[in-house]
């Protein structure tokens, strides 16, 4: 089964980017899909993009236009650019993994495998 760690999390000001970074490691990486999804305290899990094997993409529409997925498979690296930060994306994100699915899921139920999390803090 894979292991995932993320990475990239920090305090930045409405406006700013910040790249989230996601390793995994223990299976073959290209069998997942991937996922990133952030909790807010006092709130639900929620999805904001995934990834399947053939790169295709899924966003919330709450990061649609500012948030971009995407997947280095010869590093078995997932990655989340994330522009134009707004106070509301404050959250901990978590990357997750689906094996071998082909359709870019975007609910939290849907995945198996969940790193730690990086904590995303954006000021205004």
């Known amino acids: 089964q894979v292991q995932l760690a993320e990475s990239g999390g920090g305090s930045v000001q409405a406006g700013g980017s910040l790249r989230l970074s996601c390793a995994a490691s223990?299976?073959?990486?290209?069998?997942?899909?991937m996922g990133w999804f952030r909790q807010a305290p006092g709130k639900e899990r929620e999805g904001v993009a995934s990834?399947?094997?053939?790169?295709?993409?899924r966003y919330a529409d709450s990061v649609k236009g500012r948030f971009t997925i995407s997947r280095d498979n010869a590093k078995n690296t997932l990655y989340l650019q994330m522009n134009s930060l707004k106070p509301e994306d404050t959250a901990m994100y978590y990357c997750a993994a689906r094996f071998l699915c082909a359709y870019p899921y975007l609910s939290p139920a849907d995945f198996g495998y969940w790193g730690q999390g990086t904590q995303v803090t954006v000021s205004s």
């Open positions: 223990g299976d073959t990486y290209t069998y997942y899909c």
């Open positions: 990834i399947d094997r053939g790169d295709g993409t």
